[in-house]
């Protein structure tokens, strides 16, 4: 059995991730950036059996990654919670099969440097590429990393926590595909597309029934990051499997209040291990209204859509909800009708949705399509595992 010794060191003026052949030791260095406590660390894990599967989630901040990541934790089993005894200002959510990353972590400007040098966060400028590429490299590999925290209290660089392999690794912040070699290390990608009506909506909603902000700074605010959203962020979603698109609903007239949403699901065509999801009967054109017998919903009601598209010059399959649910429990109704949704049981999608009803856009498409997204991947990391158990058996009879 392969045995891996993982160093770290605050001597070194750049990124490294050496290997030697003839050895089965990999270090791996990087560089601090900022002065920190002195710490070392020196210690002997065993390599993973199998890789690590990574899934990369991109999104704008408060455009629901946070409650994406728990409904996908809470398919594959146990809440995810912070590092146990580590520091308390971690980004980090380990549950029993997943490990969740933030990348605000490889900022290489704390909030003063940025504000120093006229960048934001967004900014490839104010984030270290190099070191996020080798890291999750190493971790799909098998091997621990030390990884830096960036304390969102502070604004300050702190001191790195270690990270062993995980079965599943989910990467989530602002750039997973915005570098080439990471994209590449992504077994399946997500990026959730919130229009920037609905984003405006609820960043009212939010900052000034709980924070107290005036109505001029949050125009302000959105606008000032508008630039550099629409030229580093948004162009990620080019390259993502599946996207969750969040509209204003079209079945209300002018509406601008962002309550009631259409969403879409738009999932790209000759992916690995990702079958589509589909409404009725695959690759037709499908309009339905749910009867009203069966699922209670108010004003404005509900509208499904289903169809072929193209999407940044890819071919993908839409599934669109227009409207929200009253009654959960009836969603039974409407999954009955969904093809293709990887579930292990009938009535499995709106098991998930009831167990987080409290959940925000659970009475809606979003929480729909994130808990559907989330029993694909589950069945894509159970296609992956069990393909490479079989490859070595292939391997050997040939």
Known sequence: MAVSTIYSTQALN???FL???????QVFFYRRHQPQTNRSFNTTITCAAQQTVVIGLAADSGCGKSTFMRRLTSVFGGAAEPPKGGNPDSNTLISDMTTVICLDDYHSLDRTGRKEKGVTALDPRANDFDLMYEQVKALKSGIAVEKPIYNHVTGLLDAPELIQPPKIL?????HPMFDERVRDLLDFSIYLDISNEVKFAWKIQRDMAERGHSLESIKASIEARKPDFDAFIDPQKQYADAVIEVLPTQLIPDDNEGK???VRLIMKEGVQYFSPVYLFDEGSTISWIP???KLTCSYPGIKFNYSPDSYFDHEVSVVEMDGQFDRLDELIYVESHLSNLSTKFYGEVTQQMLKHAD???SNNGTGLFQTIVGLKIRDLYEQLIANKATAPAETAKA
């Open 170 to 174: 989910v990467i989530e912040g602002l």
């Open 14 to 16: 750049s990124t490294h």
């Open 260 to 262: 009631v949403l259409r």
């Open 19 to 25: 290997t030697s052949s003839s050895s089965s030791k």
């Open 359 to 361: 959940f925000p856009g």
């Open 291 to 293: 009867c009203g017998r």
